[in-house]
């Protein structure tokens, strides 16, 4: 089933509250105005509170999205809303899904 793609101005956050940011690769497609995101954006997390365990924290610093299947945007795969897959500390450790809360709601991929 489909699902809503997003843009770089969309809302989102990591499991422990963190905003999304999304730093875009490609300025030609357009969402609401906004850049549309690809798989090859970076997806940051900016402000986590995670802060344990205590002797060395690992808040939330990345996020991964599942790829789009059918649409591609300048030849990379377009994102999904429900395509959270995991949000990562600096060292790679998993630290659970990203959401995507707020985002256009007139294009839709799989």
């Known amino acids: 089933m489909g699902d809503f793609l997003i843009q770089i101005g969309a809302t ?3 499991p422990h509250g963190g905003p999304l940011q999304i730093v875009p690769s ?3 497609v357009l969402l609401s105005g ?20 205590v002797p060395k924290p690992q808040p939330c610093v990345t996020a991964k999205f599942l790829p789009a299947v059918k649409v591609l945007l300048s030849g ?10 995991i949000c990562q500390s600096a060292e790679q450790i998993p630290q659970g899904p990203p959401s995507v ?10």
Request: glycine content about 14%; overall charge positive.
């Open 12 to 14: 989102g956050m990591c």
């Open 26 to 28: 490609q300025v030609k």
């Open 34 to 53: 906004q850049p549309a995101a690809t798989a090859s954006d970076q997806f940051l997390i900016i402000g986590c509170a995670f802060t344990t365990p």
């Open 76 to 85: 990379t795969p377009a994102v999904l809303k429900g395509g959270g897959l």
């Open 101 to 110: 809360t707020v985002t256009q709601l007139k294009v839709t991929g799989t």
